[in-house]
């Protein structure tokens, strides 16, 4: 089926089962594509992260342009038309999030797919095409029951976030790294870890759709100072991240400051 034919096909979509089926079907293709030029051999990391991110945004583009014309986005990979800003409907998206994981033949890596209108995230989803498994907004994922005694903290793979080591000693967690964004968001819904915390460097793209996703699911979501995620400013920048489960949120935010900074 031709490009063409697939976005026909998707016009019709809800914004919910469109963000679906993108991130589903730009997950499959940057798999088919890791798998055909591994076979080639000869392929370095950074032609793999590189044509891939690019191989995912180009697809997307060219979807938006044809399903939802309207609408703005704003993507990772792509130039940042601010005049966005003052749109009404956004489509935020992260191509491929988790690059350096795809490259290395990793499977926490994600594909996020989010829909921001006026003043909320109304549509997302996250893929992670490793385990070929997509998580939407609508049908939400439902929440697994706690399992364990200890809370469990997932963190980055490369560096240890100074509000994550807050909580980690505080909570007496037991703590595990992940690469993606995606892929740490959406392990709380998996039921693999409960508590996911982030400061120092994201963007608007890095975090959009595994909130929308998420919140979806009854977790809680916000900054580390308890206040909520808001998307779709001129500056990209967006550096703090909390995601866990809502029996949580109080401890971890007095984890962070010593006091609930949502009374301040």
């Known amino acids: 089926m031709t490009n063409d034919v697939l ?4 016009k019709g979509l809800s914004d919910a089962d469109l963000a679906t089926v993108l991130a589903q079907h730009v997950g499959t293709l940057l798999v088919q594509h890791r798998e055909q030029l591994i ?8 032609q793999l992260k590189d044509s891939g991110d690019m191989l995912a945004h180009h697809f997307l583009m060219d979807a938006f342009r044809a399903v939802r014309p309207n609408d703005a986005v704003l993507s990772e990979e792509g130039h940042d038309d601010r005049k966005r800003v003052h ?10 999030d988790g690059t350096n994981e795809y490259g290395e033949g990793r499977a926490d890596w994600a594909v996020h797919i989010a829909l921001w209108e006026k003043t909320a995230l109304t549509a997302g989803a996250v893929s992670l095409p490793s385990i070929d498994t997509v998580f939407s907004t609508d049908p939400a994922p439902e929440l697994p029951p706690k399992e364990g005694l200890k809370p469990r903290l997932v963190t980055s793979r490369n560096r240890a976030p100074y509000a994550a080591i807050l909580v980690a000693e505080n909570m007496d967690c037991d703590a595990f790294r992940l690469g993606s964004a995606g892929a740490k968001a959406m392990s709380i819904i998996m039921g693999e870890a409960d508590i996911y915390v982030h400061d120092g460097g994201m963007h608007q793209w890095d975090t959009a759709a595994p909130a929308a996703v998420a919140q979806a699911a009854g977790l809680h979501v916000s900054r580390i100072d308890g206040s909520p995620l808001e998307y779709n400013d001129a500056d990209t920048w967006l550096p703090d991240f909390i995601v866990c489960r809502p029996e949580y949120a109080d401890e971890v935010l007095h984890s962070i400051w010593g006091r609930d900074p949502r009374l301040d």
């Open 87 to 96: 749109a009404d409907r956004v489509w935020i998206v992260d191509p491929l």
């Open 39 to 46: 076979d080639r051999g000869n392929v370095s990391v950074w």
């Open 7 to 10: 976005f026909e096909s998707w």
